[in-house]
């Protein structure tokens, strides 16, 4: 069997380490890989989708796993479809509710589904308006298209929004993703990450997670596209899941079916939760969240390759998910200055020690795989994750691990967890 994989960070390195179990395989692809990934199989570096279908055809690939969002967004799940090669993500419409903010904050006003107050604008002037007739701050802007991670501000009061609007809508830091903006309404809580499977008619959750997206201690500093999580997530109580299911989950498959959406992939649902224990929306993603995969692919034990094809041939219905009762802590190391300005090109020290150690699990992002070693070709370089027989000692593990790893300007949050 041969298996492609789509994307080049800790996410899609962990899921060719997953397809790897499986004995059946044969060769994966990894377009465009890291070099973490080319320990796994082949990098072709492969930059346009219709490269990426004319390959998977020709080299007779049985299973596509597409990681990021920008390629589904693209359309190459309707590509892949149109050659009959099976594939995992939602189509270029169902897509939208990932990479439009405002098409997905439509979408739970429609089917009742709880999230923010909020509000559309395209025009510059009228957003200031708004702002400038506010009462209540904190306030959230966020940019209608996809951002890495790094387009939603969370902003106290009228002099930082005003900063922020003029830097998205006027400066155009965002280009054609940030012509428009939702304003909404600040939700206190604690966050949370669901991941579910859906063929279209059947679904099956995944393990909870809940990952640190900014990117200082104390959850201070800009968004990034994630510095750290770890599985589960005490705040999902069965009460909660129990309310997840009810009034999120039920509702958004009701309407993803009554829009005649095309989707068999995961659904990945970014919440928080109040202080009553009520959940709400803040986004939706439709695949795998990075780093949040990184912690809930190793504690799966079915293999991923049979329930990908489960997912495929809508037969999700018939698997029974198998998860290990250890839990899950991963570290991020990122390059300094990350999310802003970082340099790269600098030599990782001890990756060697930390691949021998029992129960952690490295994965390669933003590395590049040179004679004498490897190299940072990115902002967020490495994912160090541990297993423990609870959350204290996944952490103790991780971070022991991550002790041992060295490159130049090498910065990380020791507050995972």
Same mark, same amino acid.
């Given at each position: 069997?041969?298996?492609? +994989?789509? %994307? ?16 059946? +395989? ?18 072709? @570096?492969?930059?346009?989708? @219709?490269?990426?279908?004319?390959? &998977? ?28 090669? !099976? ?27 709880? $999230? ?6 395209? +025009? /510059? ?7 400038? #007739?506010?009462?209540?701050? !904190? ?49 206190? %809580?604690?966050?949370? $990450? ?8 059947? =679904? ?19 968004? $990034?596209?994630?510095?750290?999580? /770890? ?9 909660? #899941? ?7 989950? /039920? @509702? ?9 959406? #095309?989707?068999?992939?995961?659904? =990945? ?23 949040? &995969? ?43 200055? =990350? @999310? ?9 020290? %001890? ?14 992002? %933003? ?30 593990? &991780? ?11 090498? /910065? ?6």
């Amino acid at each position: 069997m041969k298996v492609m +994989v789509v %994307g080049s960070g800790g996410r899609e390195h962990c899921l060719a380490w997953k397809v790897r179990q499986n004995p059946s +395989v044969k060769e994966i692809f990894c377009v465009p890989g890291n070099g973490g990934m080319s320990e796994l199989g082949e990098c072709v @570096p492969l930059a346009s989708l @219709p490269e990426m279908v004319t390959f &998977a055809r020709e080299k007779n690939v049985d299973l596509v796993l597409v990681g990021p969002e920008q390629p589904l967004a693209m359309g190459i799940v309707d590509l892949l479809k149109a050659q009959n090669i !099976p594939v995992i993500g939602p189509d270029r419409q169902a897509a939208l509710l990932e990479s439009s903010k405002v098409f997905a904050k439509r979408f739970m006003e429609r089917y009742g589904i709880p $999230t923010a107050p909020f509000r559309v604008f395209e +025009v /510059y002037e009228e957003a200031v308006n708004y702002l400038r #007739w506010r009462e209540s701050y !904190p306030v959230v802007v966020k940019v209608d298209g996809l951002a890495g991670g790094k387009g939603v501000y969370i902003l106290n009061d009228l002099e930082e929004a005003l900063d922020a609007l003029f830097e998205v809508m006027v400066n155009g830091k965002f280009k054609e993703a940030g012509k428009r903006v939702v304003i909404e309404d600040f939700i206190a %809580g604690e966050e949370a $990450t669901v991941m579910l499977l859906f063929d279209g008619e059947s =679904y099956c959750f995944l393990p909870s997670s809940q990952d640190h997206k900014r990117v200082g201690e104390g959850d201070i500093g800009p968004n $990034t596209g994630g510095m750290g999580a /770890y599985s589960p997530a005490p705040l999902i109580t069965p009460l909660v #899941w129990e309310t997840i299911e009810r009034k999120i989950v /039920y @509702p958004l498959l009701e309407g993803i079916k009554r829009e005649r959406l #095309w989707y068999r992939g995961i659904l =990945y649902l970014g919440l928080m939760v109040d202080r009553k224990g009520e959940p709400y929306v803040l986004e939706f993603n439709v695949r795998l969240g990075d780093p949040e &995969a990184q912690v809930v692919l190793p504690r799966i034990q079915n293999d991923w390759v049979e329930l990908s094809f489960a997912l495929w041939r809508g037969e999700l219905h018939r698997v029974e998910l198998q998860v290990s009762a250890q839990e899950m802590l991963g570290v991020v190391l990122v390059s300094q200055g =990350y @999310p802003g300005h970082y340099e790269v090109g600098k030599k990782i020290e %001890g990756l060697e020690e930390v691949a021998q150690e029992e129960n952690v699990f490295l994965f390669h992002a %933003g590395t590049e795989k040179r004679a004498d070693g490897f190299y940072t070709s990115g902002g967020r370089v490495l994912n160090i994750c541990a297993l423990g027989k609870d959350l204290r000692e996944a952490q103790h593990r &991780a971070y022991s691990a991550v002790s041992r790893v060295y490159f130049e300007g090498m /910065y990380y949050r020791k507050d995972i967890g």
